[in-house]
């Protein structure tokens, strides 16, 4: 049985990750910070399920700041493999927050590449890389496009980048990146747009919100579904060696579509309901995102399998259904509902 170390797994690609890799017959280890209220909604349905049994999925505090916490869980836990996707991970909160965003996006996976160093194990390692590293470079980004980020974040997603890519080279660890585009689902965070928009739709079908506060509904990107993504994770670390790989759909989106699919599959008119705030602008935009994930198709076999149109549905739907009090979450293993799923 080969054993997985997931940093942020109570995040959206955490909890699918688990949900593929506990499918797949893995033991799964978790890292989650020790806080005063949990924050483990994601995942929790995971417990519940009688498809898992106890002895697959195991929950350890640590923290991506702290370098002792994690070299004793990278020694004690001895994964096969490690998929790095704790981070601060909004744009707009590292403009406010840049230092906290470089100390545990940044330097975080320096601290657990030197933990897989110091430890002496042998693993292979997943880099959760972000297509925030191109910021303004020409589209359409692949693998050889130059990096310009925009935002702190994107700057310590950079050095993540190179860091994992010296510990490869530098030290033969088994380590990739993937340079994921935008994914979403349910399960992302409300403060992301693309679910404050299907948020902001339920609850003005609903009654409980009159109008939704945007910022640039110019901005383009390339969206997918999380699951899609969390499956390319996986198939990057079951290659013969590793590289680095964009995810992406291909194919680019304004905000300003997403708002209209979105108000459009409730039968609501977008334009009623919209308006613009200034304080969701961010100090520098990016603009245009779209990727070139040829490389991945070829060499991983992988391509996304939900449209634009599909991952708005899915995403309006479980929002619509999460305020009537019906939202109900699949088990991992048998795809049916277990219990209701915490965004």
């Not at 702290?66 to 707009?92: C, F, M, W």
């Not at 579904?225 to 194919?251: F, K, N, S």
Request: contains cysteine.
């Amino acid at each position: 049985m080969k054993r997985a170390l997931i940093t942020g797994i109570s995040g959206q690609d955490g909890s699918y990750l688990a949900e593929l890799l506990l499918s797949k017959g893995y033991e799964v280890h978790g890292l989650i910070r020790r806080a005063s209220t949990f924050n483990t909604g994601r995942i929790d349905h995971l417990f519940q399920d009688p498809h898992v049994p106890d002895a697959r999925l195991h929950l350890h505090y640590g923290d991506l700041c702290n370098s002792e916490q994690l070299t004793n869980i990278v020694y004690n836990v001895r994964p096969d493999e490690i998929y790095n996707l704790g981070a601060q991970s909004h744009v707009k909160v590292s403009f406010d927050m840049p230092e906290y965003t470089g100390d545990v996006t940044g330097l975080g996976t320096t601290r657990l590449l030197e933990a897989i160093r110091r430890s002496g194990i042998a693993t292979r390692f997943y880099q959760a890389s972000s297509s925030e590293l191109y910021g303004d470079a020409p589209a359409p980004q692949n693998e050889l496009t130059g990096f310009r980020p925009r935002s702190p974040y994107g700057a310590a997603k950079l050095y993540s980048y190179w860091m994992t890519a010296n510990y490869r080279e530098g030290y033969g660890i088994w380590a990739c990146n993937g340079i994921l585009f935008n994914h979403e689902s349910p399960r992302r965070g409300p403060t992301f747009v693309t679910r404050k928009i299907t948020m902001g739709v339920a609850n003005i079908l609903a009654g409980r919100q009159h109008k939704l506060y945007l910022g640039n509904l110019d901005a383009r990107r390339d969206w997918g579904y999380a699951p899609d993504y969390v499956e390319a994770m996986w198939r990057m670390l079951q290659q013969d060696r590793p590289d680095d790989y964009v995810i992406g759909t291909g194919e680019v989106r304004t905000v300003k579509e997403f708002v209209e699919a979105a108000f459009g599959h409730v039968g609501l008119d977008w334009r009623e309901h919209v308006a613009i705030d200034p304080r969701y602008y961010r100090p520098t935009e990016v603009e245009y995102l779209l990727a070139d994930a040829s490389k991945a198709k070829r060499a991983l076999g992988w391509a996304p399998t939900v449209t634009f149109r599909e991952l708005v549905k899915i995403m309006v739907d479980h929002d619509v259904q999460a305020v009537r009090g019906e939202s109900r979450v699949p088990s991992a293993l048998t795809g049916k509902p277990v219990a209701s799923l915490a965004a």
